[in-house]
């Protein structure tokens, strides 16, 4: 599936760098929420679930780690350690993500508050889904 990584602007100066992610300069939809992922323990791999209605920009703010996309069609690994670079995630796309770096902080930025019911965490129900979609 195809990869969609937004180029975030990095601005430097003498002091050292800086990005910001803001609606719609360069975030392309209204922010609800932001979460991180750091302290990952073991390499134990997240992930693993879709959402129905949630858009979500990942960005690896520090250190590094893969993401694997899921279109139900393609599957494409990416690998973040840039932050200045962020990976958009569209809804019904099914993700993984693994292979942390010890020092890894994955930031999230998402489109809609927290809810349950907006998961998909069983990949043949994903797979289901997209069937009765076409
Ligand atoms: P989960 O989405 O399963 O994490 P990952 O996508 O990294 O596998 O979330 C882990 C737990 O945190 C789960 O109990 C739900 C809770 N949670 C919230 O309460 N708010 C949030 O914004 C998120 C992302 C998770």
């Not at 939809?29 to 390499?43: D, G, L």
């Not at 670079?85 to 930031?107: A, H, P, Q, T």
Request: proline letters at 3%; one cysteine or more; glycine letters at 4%.
């Amino acid at each position: 599936m195809k990869i969609e990584l937004i180029n975030l602007k990095q601005i430097n100066d003498q002091r050292g760098s800086l990005v910001f992610m803001e609606e719609p300069t360069n975030i392309p939809f209204k922010i609800k929420r932001i979460y991180y992922i750091f302290n990952n323990q073991n390499n134990k791999p997240r992930g693993f679930h879709a959402h129905k209605k949630l858009n979500q920009v990942a960005v690896c703010i520090q250190g590094s780690c893969r993401i694997l996309l899921d279109d139900g069609n393609n599957k494409t690994a990416v690998i973040l350690d840039n932050p200045a670079k962020g990976l958009f995630i569209k809804e019904m796309v099914w993700r993984e993500m693994y292979d942390f770096s010890e020092n890894c902080i994955l930031m999230v930025i998402a489109s809609r508050v927290y809810e349950e019911n907006d998961y998909i965490r069983d990949y043949s129900v994903f797979k289901d889904y997209k069937r009765s979609n076409i």
